[in-house]
């Protein structure tokens, strides 16, 4: 198991509910459903966003895995507003100004939090475009194009726009956990939705109308606060397992076949470590073995063999400590076949 594997279980659990307890005196994702459903109408009243047809429910036979009765299955289009930008000529593309970001710019922000932006548009342009909408904090930024489903979370202070079509837009009225939510779209109950959904097309992309349709499993919102600190608090360690499974590999690679079969050979040499005299010598640990095997052998646990030869020292192929001592396998083991 690599470290994207091991990531990928963490998530994975996460989203069937088993990575933390359910406290009950956190209410429900029912109850929670409710209020984003009428904080969205109270939207809509006041124009801020647009009214939408409802989504189906999602049937039973569409769940893949068991959650827990506190959560709900929900579609994302229930519980954010999936938009994309107005159009952005590439005439308008300048060298300063308010950011302009790509899918590309999208991907390693969400990746590194930061991005060594090209592009702009002019401050008159973001004005007006702010009229119909710009990304606000605990937003999603999502990749559509390209590698599907990178989510950048925007942040406080952040100031840009984005192109229409590469980059989609989940803006969260009902106020979910955003981080919750981004680790929800990297989970692998998510990413193979949109593998699935993309297979067979020529040039996969992440639609509105899809990204609406998606399956979430929506936890209450206490949890929800709960799941984020518990993977933030194991994320460190899959990075050192990362780490170490890089050294490791390092070392493989340096060390081919014959180094290791040499490190082998001078295990079996007795050079690989120093000799320590307080710890006694073969010699006693084969009187002990002996011993034990006389005792096996009169409680008819083991049956008596006939002695094996001495090792002879035509027969030894290599010096060995002064402490250890050559014998054959079965001097110390008992060799047994299956009936």
């Known amino acids: 198991m690599n470290a994207q594997d091991l990531k990928n279980s963490i998530l994975q659990l996460a989203m069937e509910g088993k990575l933390v307890e359910q406290r009950q005196e956190e209410g429900t994702a029912r109850e929670l459903l409710q209020t984003i459903q009428e904080e969205k109408a109270r939207l809509v009243a006041e124009k801020k966003i647009k009214k939408t047809k409802p989504l189906p429910p999602v049937t039973e036979e569409e769940e893949p895995f068991d959650i827990p009765e506190s959560w709900e299955w929900v579609r994302w289009g229930n519980v954010v507003e999936t938009v994309s930008a107005r159009r952005v000529h590439k005439k308008d593309w300048q060298t300063k100004g308010v950011p302009f ?99 067979g097309t020529t040039v996969s992309t992440l639609t509105i109308v899809r990204m609406n349709d998606y399956l979430l499993p929506l936890p209450p919102l206490a949890e929800q606060k709960r799941i984020v600190t518990k993977i933030e608090e194991l994320l460190p360690y899959v990075e050192e397992y990362d780490k170490a499974q890089t050294r490791l590999q390092a070392f493989e690679e340096k060390f081919p076949e014959d180094m290791k079969k040499s490190i082998l050979q001078y295990a079996m040499e007795g050079k690989l470590v120093e000799q320590r005299q307080e710890e006694g010598n073969a010699r006693e640990l084969l009187q002990a073995i002996q011993e034990e095997k006389a005792k096996l052998v009169a409680e008819k646990k083991i049956k008596k063999t006939k002695p094996l030869p001495p090792v002879t020292e035509e027969e030894e192929p290599f010096d060995i400590p002064e402490s250890w001592e050559w014998v054959r396998w079965g001097n110390v083991v008992e060799t047994v076949s299956a009936r």
């Open 101 to 199: 970001y790509r899918a590309r710019e999208i991907a390693k922000l969400a990746e590194n939090g930061v991005v060594n932006n090209e592009l702009f548009i002019s401050e008159e342009m973001y004005k007006m475009y702010s009229i119909s909408g710009v990304p606000h904090p605990g937003d999603l930024m999502i990749t559509a194009v390209g590698t599907l489903g990178k989510t950048y979370i925007v942040q406080d202070g952040d100031k840009f726009y984005y192109k229409d079509a590469s980059v989609i837009s989940l803006q969260n009225y009902g106020h979910i956990t955003p981080k919750y939510l981004k680790f929800a779209m990297e989970s692998p109950f998510m990413l193979q939705q949109i593998k699935s959904n993309s297979s």
